[in-house]
């Protein structure tokens, strides 16, 4: 399976933006998805998950109220839509599937700048 983030861009503080992870060559229906991202000298952190129904969903503390995750299993796609940005939320966002039965990524899409301007 290979994932594919889109959707990323320059926005100015305030703004939203809609990320989108296409996967293709396999399914990934039965998956938890997550997203992240990383800052410029820093590390990888979570942003937000969805389990394979869409029901359940977890976000970091620093998003919450601000990012949406959903899915849309027949497009084999899961999104992040991205309100209220701040500055801080600056960073390459990469989508990610988690193996089944674990808590573990294992594939990773290439990652998609987004870039807040105050």
């Known amino acids: 399976v290979q994932l594919q983030a889109s959707g990323g861009g320059l926005v100015q503080a305030g703004g939203s933006v809609r990320l989108s992870c296409a996967a293709s060559?396999?399914?990934?229906?039965?998956?938890?998805m997550g997203w992240f991202r990383q800052a410029p000298g820093k590390g990888r952190e979570f942003v937000a998950g969805?389990?394979?129904?869409?029901?359940?969903?977890d976000y970091a503390d620093s998003v919450k109220g601000r990012f949406t995750i959903s899915r849309d299993n027949a497009k084999n796609t899961v999104y992040l839509q991205m309100n209220s940005l701040k500055v801080e939320d600056t960073a390459v966002y990469y989508c990610?599937?988690?193996?089944?039965?674990?808590?573990?990524?294992?594939?990773w899409g290439q990652g998609t700048q987004v870039t807040v301007s105050s």
């Open positions: 990610a599937r988690r193996r089944i039965g674990t808590e573990d990524f294992d594939v």
């Open positions: 060559g396999r399914s990934v229906s039965m998956h938890y």
């Open positions: 969805i389990n394979w129904r869409g029901s359940s969903t």
